[in-house]
């Protein structure tokens, strides 16, 4: 507890107050749509009016993660990693709150640099609470089952969620001041962007790393129309599928390893519905037995063995490279999908294989889910 009361010195009372009074605000979620209309024209008047916007939305959300971070249940809170986060968080809080009011385009400017330095600070966010939940894990009596810790990991989802929502937030304003933007993209949004095209590259990233890892690696399919496209944020999809793929690339890889036959391909197929658009990842790699699928969505999970080292500088881990992770990679996607109103199926066949359906809704109106 003394680091924990040493911490709370280097914050103010008054800080701690103001953070629990924004954290009551209540919080203004905006829709891929919205995003779209609004930044298809970043003229001054628009650039300031989003500014405005953030000045007073991301101290409330930010405030809101601030005070979960210091109530988390089994002791959570403790950990050194996750007081680090709470840390950063507070930072960015008060970073917010000591910016005066938006009245120009100089302020404008100022305030964008400041937010993009709060996106870069919060870059690590997700392997420091991992780590953090690591040295929970570490602690516990094994005989915990991780269901038990249903608490944990709803907190996780929210406070993940509404970690994709501020980044989207802040990269949407910033991206808007690019003077030179790719073609039919609007911020981070690609208003025509072909799915196939992104489940391509994001398989051929995943394709080069199991061969990195494995010395070889099944080879992969695509079925669907190339021309077809909706918007969506092509960083986004480009996470969900290469994290699929990469299980799927990773589960046939092992099956078929010390097998003459020839791996069989993994198939990425991408529907055109009138609401969604459906890409299914399908494997031959062995499937999960049923009393496993209900841990993949969990982040107190993983087959592999993890690649976080307690002592790891956490600033250099590159950890989207690794081929499997700390489990996050399936929950994480499932909320990527979910923020701009799909989701994430996984529907598996033991002794088999595994089909993974990315629902992604292509009305793009559904408000943010807002944690």
Not at 212 to 240: K, Q
Request: glycine content about 6%; some cysteine; hydrophobic content about 40%.
């Amino acid at each position: 507890m003394a680091v924990r009361k040493k911490l709370c010195d280097s914050f103010s009372k008054s800080l701690m107050d103001e953070v629990h009074r924004w954290g009551c605000m209540k919080q203004t979620g905006v829709s891929l749509k919205y995003m779209m209309e609004f930044g298809s024209r970043p003229t001054d008047r628009n650039l300031l009016i989003s500014a405005q916007f953030l000045h007073k939305e991301l101290p409330i959300r930010i405030a809101r993660r601030a005070i979960e971070l210091e109530s988390l249940p089994y002791g959570l809170s403790d950990k050194a990693a996750v007081l680090k986060v709470r840390d950063w968080y507070l930072d960015s809080f008060r970073d917010l709150r000591s910016f005066n009011d938006i009245k120009d385009m100089n302020d404008e400017r100022e305030f964008t640099q400041m937010i993009k330095a709060v996106k870069v600070r919060h870059n690590n966010v997700v392997p420091m609470m991992a780590l953090g939940v690591q040295q929970l894990k570490k602690g516990m009596n094994p005989k915990i089952v991780y269901e038990d810790l249903d608490e944990i990991h709803q907190f996780l989802d929210r406070f993940y969620l509404s970690r994709i929502g501020i980044r989207m937030l802040i990269g949407q304003h910033v991206e808007l001041h690019n003077p030179n933007p790719p073609l039919h993209c609007v911020g981070y949004i690609h208003t025509k962007m072909s799915p196939v095209e992104v489940a391509r590259i994001a398989s051929e990233d995943a394709r080069s790393i199991c061969l990195r890892e494995y010395g070889s690696a099944p080879e992969i399919n695509i079925y669907g129309d190339p021309s077809f496209n909706f918007p969506y944020v092509p960083t986004h999809l480009h996470l969900m599928v290469f994290e699929l793929v990469k299980n799927s690339l990773r589960a046939v890889q092992e099956k078929f390893m010390d097998s003459d036959r020839v791996a069989p391909s993994v198939r990425i197929i991408v529907a055109d519905g009138i609401e969604d658009v459906t890409i299914k990842v399908s494997d031959e790699g062995g499937g999960i037995p049923r009393s496993g699928l209900s841990n993949i969505f969990t982040y107190l999970y993983s087959t592999a063995k993890n690649p976080l080292d307690e002592n790891a500088d956490l600033g250099v881990a590159d950890t989207a490279m690794t081929m499997a992770g700390y489990g996050y990679g399936l929950p994480i996607s499932r909320l990527y999908a979910r923020y701009f109103g799909g989701d994430l199926q996984i529907i598996s066949m033991e002794g088999y294989g595994t089909d993974a359906y990315l629902h992604l809704s292509r009305l793009g109106d559904s408000q943010e889910p807002l944690p």
